[in-house]
C-alpha cells in the first residue's frame, strides 16, 4: 500500500501543549479522514528508550520515517545534539515541526519534510526510527536494507520487520500512559544493526607459516549467516558460531580435529581480522576478498 492511502498513521503532538488545539484537532480530523482513525501518540517516555537503545549521540543523524509531531528527531536534537530529519505527508504536521525546532532553538539540526517513506533518501542516516504498521513495516523492509549503510541502527515501536529479520534486541516495559490513548499500557522497543552484505564466494588467506588458503561459501539472511570452507585438507566444512553484526563478523570451521575461529571486520569486498588457530597454536591475521557476490 502507498503512504498515500496509510494504514499506519499515528502520534498526535506529544510534550508539545504550547501548540494550539485547534490546529491539533484539525489536523487529527485531516488525518481521521485520510485513514479511517486517528493519531497515537507516542509518550517522550517511549521516544526517550528508543534513542536509548539506539545510543544516539551528537555524531548521530536521525531520520524518522512517518515524523508526526516530529518529537523523536526534535528530542534527539535537543537532548542529545543529534541532526537529523523527519518525512510525513501530512503538511501541517511538518509545519508544526519545523515551528518546533526553532521554538526549540534546533532548526540548524532538525528539519522536517512533505515526503513519501518510500521515496525518501536515508542513506546518509546513521539511525532511523519507525512507529508504522505491521504492513508498513513489511512493506519498507527491503528499502531499509538495501539503503542503510552496515552499523546502522534501526528502532522501531511496537512493531517489527516479521519473522524473517527478527531485531537484534528488543525491549518491553509497562507505560500506563498508552493506555488511554489505544488500551494498552505497555510498549515495546525494537533494535536492528544493519548487517555488512557478505553472501558470496570468498577467498581467504591465514598469514602463518604454512600461508593457508580456503574457498569461503557464505549465505545470507539479514544478520543470520551459514555457509561452508574447504581447503587446508577441508573439504565444505560447514561454518559454525557464526555472527553478523553491522560490519564485524565472526565464525568458526573444523581444521586439524580442533577448529579455527575467526574474528573480524567486513569493509565492501573485503574482510580481515585474527583468527585463534586449532589446537592452541597460537593467534594469527587473516584476510579474505570477495570473488564472486
Not at 553472501?199 to 581467504?204: P, S
Amino acid at each position: 500500500m502507498k503512504q498515500t492511502c496509510l494504514e499506519n498513521r499515528r502520534r498526535v503532538v506529544l510534550a508539545l501543549g504550547a501548540l494550539p488545539l485547534a490546529r491539533l484537532a484539525g489536523a487529527a480530523d485531516i488525518e481521521l479522514q485520510r485513514t479511517g482513525g486517528p493519531y497515537v501518540p507516542t509518550p517522550q517516555v517511549v521516544v526517550d528508550e528508543m534513542l536509548r537503545m539506539a545510543k544516539v549521540d551528537s555524531d548521530d543523524f536521525v531520520v524518522d520515517l512517518g515524523s508526526g509531531d516530529g518529537i523523536i528527531v526534535l528530542t534527539a536534537a535537543q537532548r542529545l545534539k543529534a541532526r537529523g530529519f523527519g518525512v510525513d505527508i501530512d503538511p501541517e504536521l511538518v509545519a508544526l515541526s519545523n515551528g518546533e525546532a526553532k521554538k526549540r532553538g534546533v532548526a540548524d539540526r532538525a528539519t522536517f519534510h512533505v515526503r513519501d517513506v518510500f521515496k525518501a533518501d536515508i542513506s546518509m542516516a546513521t539511525v532511523v526510527t519507525l512507529y508504522l504498521l505491521p504492513g508498513m513495516m513489511s512493506d519498507l523492509r527491503s528499502k531499509i536494507f538495501g539503503e542503510l549503510r552496515p552499523g546502522t541502527r534501526v528502532v522501531s515501536h511496537d512493531y517489527h520487520f516479521g519473522d524473517d529479520w527478527r531485531p537484534d534486541d528488543q525491549y518491553t516495559w509497562d507505560v500506563p500512559e498508552k493506555e488511554k490513548v489505544n488500551g494498552v499500557p505497555r510498549a515495546t522497543i525494537y533494535l536492528w544493526i544493519i548487517p555488512a552484505k557478505v553472501a558470496g564466494r570468498w577467498q581467504l588467506r591465514l598469514a602463518t607459516p604454512a600461508a593457508e588458503q580456503y574457498d569461503l561459501t557464505l549465505r545470507q539472511s539479514y544478520q543470520s549467516l551459514e555457509g561452508t570452507a574447504a581447503g587446508g585438507g577441508a573439504k565444505g566444512v560447514r561454518l559454525s558460531q557464526s555472527r553478523l553484526q553491522g560490519e564485524d563478523i565472526s565464525f568458526a570451521f573444523p581444521a586439524g580435529g580442533d577448529r579455527h575461529r575467526f574474528k573480524g571486520r567486513v569493509s565492501g569486498n573485503t574482510m580481515e581480522g585474527t583468527v585463534e588457530l586449532a589446537n592452541g597454536k597460537g593467534v594469527a591475521r587473516w584476510s579474505a576478498t570477495r570473488t564472486k557476490v
